[in-house]
């Protein structure tokens, strides 16, 4: 069972709000640990809240003091490489969420454009009450859709000429005459019997001196 997904947004009941902090603080604190154990990198955390007086750091108040010395004595354009805020990191967030709606508009409007083409030319739409918007994006649809037919076509006269290339140098090749192998086929076979014939015949021979010598 899948976990559901979490509303981002301020708890407005107090002691929703308490639990939620206690609770939230913790698994942070363990994913932080993580971190540093995993990946052998210096991490610390500082956590203000309405509940303590006093901050609460990990790994101890001594590491909090000694990986933020080692911060700051670093340049500043590396101290802010990698450094984002809460308004960068929602404008990021506007942005990405910007370019996927308009990819899904884009979409969209092909596949409306797509059903308006093919139902106009299978005949159970028309084109009346189209605004000039809608009449231009068609016929730049219908332009793009030419342009991969005739790219196509190309292709196919393309690989056609090769084939015939290719069949009228094989046809300019001589065959060999049917007759030629047939004659020699039988001259083979010719050779073939009387070579097993003489084979025999002194088999034959040596067989019957032998049986005369016996005699």
């Known amino acids: 069972m899948t976990r559901k997904k979490v509303k981002l947004a301020y708890i407005n009941n107090d002691a929703s709000r308490k639990a939620t902090y206690k609770k939230r603080k913790k ?3 363990k ?12 991490v610390c955390a500082i ?24 911060f ?26 910007s370019e996927q709606m308009k990819r899904l508009k884009k979409e969209n409007r092909d596949k409306e454009l797509n059903r308006l083409l093919y139902g106009n ?3 159970k739409m028309n084109l009346q009450g189209l605004t000039v ?3 231009n994006d068609l ?9 991969d037919i005739n790219k196509r076509m190309e292709e196919i006269a393309k690989e056609t ?13 001589p065959p060999l005459m049917n007759r030629e192998v047939i004659a020699a086929f039988a001259t083979t076979s010719t050779v073939y019997k009387n070579d097993r014939a003489r084979g025999m015949s002194g088999h034959l021979n040596t067989k019957n001196q032998t049986k005369e010598r016996i005699r």
Not at 32 to 41: D, F, Q, R, Y
Not at 81 to 94: D, T, Y
Not at 164 to 172: E, G, H, I, Q
């Open 27 to 29: 698994g942070l604190i």
């Open 31 to 42: 994913k932080v640990s993580e971190l540093s154990t995993l990946c052998g990198v210096d």
């Open 47 to 70: 956590i203000y809240s309405p509940y303590n007086t006093q901050p609460e750091v990990y790994p101890s108040p001594r590491g909090v003091h000694r990986i933020v010395k080692n």
């Open 72 to 97: 700051k004595t670093m340049p500043e354009i590396e101290q802010s490489k990698k450094m984002m805020n809460q308004e960068v990191f929602l404008k990021q967030k506007i942005g990405k969420v």
């Open 121 to 123: 030319l299978s005949g």
């Open 133 to 135: 918007t809608d009449l």
């Open 139 to 147: 016929t730049s649809l219908i332009d793009l859709n030419l342009k």
């Open 161 to 173: 000429k090769n084939a015939r290339t290719a069949a009228s140098a094989a046809a300019k090749v």
